[in-house]
Nanobody, 118 residues
Framework: VQLQASGGGLVQPGGSLRLSCVAS????????MGWYRQAPEKQRELVAT???????NYADSVKGRFTISGDNAKNTVYLQMNSLKPEDTAVYYC?????????????WGQGTQVTVSS
């Protein structure tokens, strides 16, 4: 199984970006998909998760600004990021709990850089 993330880039404060992550390979189902981020010299932190394409959870720092959504048929998760702030600058990683033959495996994407700067 591979996770391919895309959509990062450079944006001015107050701007928007949309991240995408596609899971491919042997997948029976996906229980949870999510986004994490890691800023320089900081630990990786949870940004948002979506369970079975519907139930969502957000870090307090992004509530009201970021929206996570999923397309189960395409094994894809999106992160719409609005009202971006310089403190949102980080490498964003997608994550998935993949079910294969009734066993769960955790996979990470390669990361995509988001830079918020004027």
């Amino acid at each position: 199984v591979q996770l391919q993330a895309s959509g990062g880039g450079l944006v001015q404060p107050g701007g928007s970006l949309r991240l995408s992550c596609v899971a491919s390979g042997r997948i029976d189902s996906i229980g949870v998909m999510g986004w994490y981020r890691q800023a320089p010299e900081k630990q990786r932190e949870l940004v948002a998760t979506i369970i079975s394409g519907s139930s969502t959870n957000y870090a307090d720092s992004v509530k009201g600004r970021f929206t996570i959504s999923g397309d189960n048929a395409k094994n894809t998760v999106y992160l719409q990021m609005n009202s971006l702030k310089p403190e949102d600058t980080a490498v964003y990683y997608c994550n998935a709990a993949v079910i294969v033959r009734n066993r769960q495996y955790i996979y990470w994407g390669q990361g995509t850089q988001v830079t918020v700067s004027s």
